[in-house]
Protein backbone atom coordinates (compact mmCIF):
# COMPACT_ATOMS: atom_id res chain seq x y z
CA UNK A 1 0.00 0.00 0.00
CA UNK A 2 0.98 3.87 -1.01
CA UNK A 3 0.31 6.28 1.04
CA UNK A 4 0.85 10.61 -0.07
CA UNK A 5 3.57 12.14 1.39
CA UNK A 6 2.79 16.11 1.57
CA UNK A 7 5.20 19.03 2.17
CA UNK A 8 4.61 21.81 3.76
CA UNK A 9 2.24 22.93 1.00
CA UNK A 10 0.18 20.21 0.60
CA UNK A 11 1.30 19.40 -2.22
CA UNK A 12 2.32 15.21 -2.66
CA UNK A 13 6.11 15.17 -2.76
CA UNK A 14 6.14 11.49 -2.83
CA UNK A 15 4.90 7.84 -1.31
CA UNK A 16 5.37 6.18 1.22
CA UNK A 17 5.19 2.56 1.37
CA UNK A 18 2.79 1.17 4.52
CA UNK A 19 1.59 -2.48 5.34
CA UNK A 20 -2.05 -4.08 3.68
CA UNK A 21 -2.09 -5.62 6.94
CA UNK A 22 -3.03 -2.19 8.37
CA UNK A 23 -4.00 0.28 5.43
CA UNK A 24 -5.31 -2.59 3.02
CA UNK A 25 -8.26 -4.18 4.45
CA UNK A 26 -11.65 -4.93 2.83
CA UNK A 27 -14.21 -2.10 4.43
CA UNK A 28 -16.09 -3.73 7.31
CA UNK A 29 -19.28 -1.47 8.27
CA UNK A 30 -20.62 -3.61 10.55
CA UNK A 31 -17.85 -3.46 12.42
CA UNK A 32 -16.69 0.02 12.29
CA UNK A 33 -20.21 0.46 13.36
CA UNK A 34 -20.01 -1.65 16.28
CA UNK A 35 -16.49 -0.03 17.35
CA UNK A 36 -17.62 3.85 17.08
CA UNK A 37 -20.98 2.94 19.19
CA UNK A 38 -19.13 1.28 21.85
CA UNK A 39 -16.52 4.35 22.37
CA UNK A 40 -19.41 6.50 22.47
CA UNK A 41 -21.05 4.52 25.06
CA UNK A 42 -18.22 4.04 27.06
CA UNK A 43 -17.54 7.81 27.24
CA UNK A 44 -20.89 8.15 28.97
CA UNK A 45 -21.07 9.10 32.49
CA UNK A 46 -23.71 8.25 34.32
CA UNK A 47 -24.68 11.84 36.11
CA UNK A 48 -28.36 11.95 34.99
CA UNK A 49 -30.95 11.37 38.13
CA UNK A 50 -34.60 11.21 38.46
CA UNK A 51 -37.36 10.44 41.57
CA UNK A 52 -39.26 7.95 41.94
CA UNK A 53 -42.66 8.47 43.93
CA UNK A 54 -40.66 7.26 47.11
CA UNK A 55 -38.22 10.07 46.37
CA UNK A 56 -40.62 13.06 45.12
CA UNK A 57 -41.61 15.53 48.23
CA UNK A 58 -45.14 15.52 48.36
CA UNK A 59 -48.04 14.83 50.63
CA UNK A 60 -48.96 10.90 51.54
CA UNK A 61 -52.56 12.43 52.47
CA UNK A 62 -55.12 10.56 50.68
CA UNK A 63 -56.63 13.31 47.36
CA UNK A 64 -60.38 12.59 48.27
CA UNK A 65 -62.17 9.98 49.63
CA UNK A 66 -62.58 6.57 47.62
CA UNK A 67 -65.62 6.52 46.64
CA UNK A 68 -68.44 8.82 46.02
CA UNK A 69 -66.73 11.77 44.46
CA UNK A 70 -67.04 10.27 40.13
CA UNK A 71 -63.67 10.27 39.79
CA UNK A 72 -60.75 7.35 40.17
CA UNK A 73 -59.80 6.01 43.28
CA UNK A 74 -56.46 7.88 44.18
CA UNK A 75 -53.82 7.24 47.11
CA UNK A 76 -51.44 9.62 47.22
CA UNK A 77 -50.09 12.82 44.94
CA UNK A 78 -46.56 10.95 44.56
CA UNK A 79 -48.37 8.35 41.74
CA UNK A 80 -46.24 8.18 38.83
CA UNK A 81 -49.66 8.88 36.98
CA UNK A 82 -50.16 12.39 38.51
CA UNK A 83 -48.41 15.33 36.88
CA UNK A 84 -45.46 16.39 39.18
CA UNK A 85 -45.07 12.43 40.49
CA UNK A 86 -42.33 10.15 40.69
CA UNK A 87 -41.02 8.02 37.47
CA UNK A 88 -41.89 4.37 37.24
CA UNK A 89 -38.81 3.34 35.89
CA UNK A 90 -36.32 6.57 36.57
CA UNK A 91 -32.72 6.95 35.30
CA UNK A 92 -30.45 6.69 37.84
CA UNK A 93 -26.58 7.69 37.84
CA UNK A 94 -25.18 4.07 38.52
CA UNK A 95 -26.62 3.29 35.28
CA UNK A 96 -24.28 1.24 33.31
CA UNK A 97 -23.83 2.19 29.31
CA UNK A 98 -20.78 0.52 28.49
CA UNK A 99 -20.37 -1.51 25.52
CA UNK A 100 -17.82 -4.56 25.62
CA UNK A 101 -15.50 -4.34 22.64
CA UNK A 102 -12.48 -6.99 22.84
CA UNK A 103 -8.95 -5.54 21.85
CA UNK A 104 -8.68 -8.23 18.21
CA UNK A 105 -12.48 -6.09 16.88
CA UNK A 106 -10.99 -2.72 17.93
CA UNK A 107 -8.08 -3.46 16.04
CA UNK A 108 -9.64 -4.42 13.21
CA UNK A 109 -12.29 -2.03 13.14
CA UNK A 110 -9.12 0.39 13.21
CA UNK A 111 -7.60 -1.02 10.82
CA UNK A 112 -10.69 -0.73 8.73
CA UNK A 113 -11.07 2.77 9.11
CA UNK A 114 -7.36 3.72 7.96
CA UNK A 115 -7.40 1.58 4.92
CA UNK A 116 -11.22 3.24 3.94
CA UNK A 117 -9.70 6.47 4.94
CA UNK A 118 -6.74 5.87 1.99
CA UNK A 119 -8.99 4.61 -0.42
CA UNK A 120 -11.03 7.70 -0.49
CA UNK A 121 -7.48 9.94 -0.25
CA UNK A 122 -8.39 11.15 2.79
CA UNK A 123 -5.24 10.40 4.68
CA UNK A 124 -1.96 11.58 3.92
CA UNK A 125 1.56 11.28 5.49
CA UNK A 126 4.34 13.92 6.81
CA UNK A 127 7.23 14.15 7.70
CA UNK A 128 7.01 16.34 11.10
CA UNK A 129 4.31 18.48 12.00
CA UNK A 130 5.50 21.31 14.23
CA UNK A 131 4.47 25.31 14.76
CA UNK A 132 7.30 28.00 16.08
CA UNK A 133 5.04 29.38 19.02
CA UNK A 134 1.65 28.68 20.88
CA UNK A 135 -0.35 30.30 18.47
CA UNK A 136 -3.20 29.50 17.11
CA UNK A 137 -3.12 32.13 14.02
CA UNK A 138 0.10 30.07 12.90
CA UNK A 139 -1.32 26.69 13.02
CA UNK A 140 -4.47 27.80 11.17
CA UNK A 141 -2.12 29.70 8.64
CA UNK A 142 -0.27 26.31 8.54
CA UNK A 143 -3.70 24.17 7.83
CA UNK A 144 -4.93 27.11 5.42
CA UNK A 145 -1.41 27.14 3.52
CA UNK A 146 -2.10 23.38 3.48
CA UNK A 147 -5.63 23.35 2.24
CA UNK A 148 -6.80 21.94 5.36
CA UNK A 149 -9.78 22.85 6.40
CA UNK A 150 -11.38 20.00 9.34
CA UNK A 151 -7.65 17.71 9.83
CA UNK A 152 -6.67 15.22 12.18
CA UNK A 153 -2.81 15.53 12.95
CA UNK A 154 -1.61 12.14 14.63
CA UNK A 155 1.85 12.65 15.53
CA UNK A 156 4.52 11.10 17.52
CA UNK A 157 5.69 14.11 19.60
CA UNK A 158 2.44 16.58 21.06
CA UNK A 159 5.24 19.32 22.45
CA UNK A 160 3.52 22.27 24.22
CA UNK A 161 3.62 24.69 21.64
CA UNK A 162 1.26 22.57 19.19
CA UNK A 163 -1.26 21.53 22.10
CA UNK A 164 -1.94 25.15 22.91
CA UNK A 165 -1.68 26.69 19.38
CA UNK A 166 -4.68 23.63 18.07
CA UNK A 167 -7.07 23.70 21.14
CA UNK A 168 -8.91 26.39 20.15
CA UNK A 169 -9.38 25.24 16.36
CA UNK A 170 -12.36 23.99 16.18
CA UNK A 171 -11.94 21.86 12.42
CA UNK A 172 -8.94 20.68 14.05
CA UNK A 173 -7.32 18.17 16.68
CA UNK A 174 -3.91 17.04 17.30
CA UNK A 175 -3.19 13.59 19.34
CA UNK A 176 -0.97 11.14 19.74
CA UNK A 177 -1.04 7.36 18.27
CA UNK A 178 -2.37 5.84 21.37
CA UNK A 179 -5.28 8.54 21.47
CA UNK A 180 -6.35 8.17 17.97
CA UNK A 181 -10.17 7.28 18.50
CA UNK A 182 -12.54 5.98 15.85
CA UNK A 183 -14.88 8.52 16.49
CA UNK A 184 -12.11 11.26 15.51
CA UNK A 185 -10.69 8.89 12.79
CA UNK A 186 -14.23 9.15 10.92
CA UNK A 187 -15.27 12.67 11.77
CA UNK A 188 -12.43 14.94 10.38
CA UNK A 189 -12.29 15.34 6.71
CA UNK A 190 -8.53 14.58 6.28
CA UNK A 191 -6.15 13.14 8.71
CA UNK A 192 -2.12 13.71 9.06
CA UNK A 193 0.51 10.71 9.77
CA UNK A 194 3.62 11.67 10.61
CA UNK A 195 6.47 9.33 9.51
CA UNK A 196 6.89 8.51 13.35
CA UNK A 197 3.42 8.44 14.01
CA UNK A 198 3.34 5.99 11.32
CA UNK A 199 5.96 3.64 12.77
CA UNK A 200 3.80 3.75 16.19
CA UNK A 201 0.62 2.92 14.42
CA UNK A 202 1.85 -0.06 13.00
CA UNK A 203 3.62 -0.93 16.00
CA UNK A 204 0.41 -0.98 18.05
CA UNK A 205 -1.91 -2.70 15.36
CA UNK A 206 0.54 -5.11 14.04
Known amino acids: MELKLLNDQGQAASNVAAPDTIFGRDYNEALIHQVVVA ?3 NARSGNRKQKDREEVKHTTKKPWRQKGTGRARAGMSSSPLWRGGGRIFPNTPDENFS ?3 N ?3 YRAGICS ?4 LAREDRLSIVESFTVDAPKTKLLAQ ?3 GMGLDSVLVITDNLDENLLLASRNLPNALVVEPRHADPVSLVFYKKV ?3 KPALAKIEEMLA
Open 192 to 194: LIT
Open 99 to 101: HKV
Open 113 to 116: ILSQ
Open 39 to 41: YQA
Open 142 to 144: KFK
Open 103 to 105: KKM
